[in-house]
Nanobody, 123 residues
Framework: QVQLVESGGGSVQAGGSLRLSCTAS????????MGWIRRAPDKEREVVAV??????NVTDSVKGRFTISKDNAKNTLYLQMNSLKPEDTAMYYC??????????????????WGQGTQVTVSA
């Protein structure tokens, strides 16, 4: 059974940093496509970052501020978030098993999801 468990969310002031973690069980992240997707109240889901065997990418709205990475030995995915803005406030979900990074830009392409961790950024 695949489980993805996120942690690291919280409340910070604008300009602050957080690092989200997603630990997988029943699933090896080594060779698979994974991503971070966020959903703000009254907004559509947004794929923030994707990583596959060829590397990681982030969406334009967080470029230069967010970095996706993974530690295969720990079977853990990370999202380092710097220079946070109030508009980054959302529930952040870890997701896995997208076909590749290109398909990973679309949230519906993921087969496994975590329960989410809340990020709140105050002005």
């Amino acid at each position: 059974q695949v489980q993805l468990v996120e942690s690291g969310g919280g409340s910070v002031q604008a300009g602050g940093s957080l690092r989200l973690s997603c630990t997988a069980s029943g699933y090896s992240i080594r060779s698979y496509c994974m991503g971070w997707i966020r959903r703000a109240p009254d907004k559509e889901r947004e794929v923030v970052a994707v990583i596959d065997s060829d590397g990681g990418n982030v969406t334009d709205s967080v470029k230069g501020r967010f970095t996706i990475s993974k530690d295969n030995a720990k079977n853990t995915l990370y999202l380092q978030m710097n220079s946070l803005k109030p508009e980054d406030t959302a529930m952040y979900y870890c997701a896995a098993d997208c076909p590749d990074a290109e398909y990973g830009k679309y949230w519906a392409s993921y087969n496994y999801w975590g329960q989410g961790t809340q990020v709140t950024v105050s002005a």
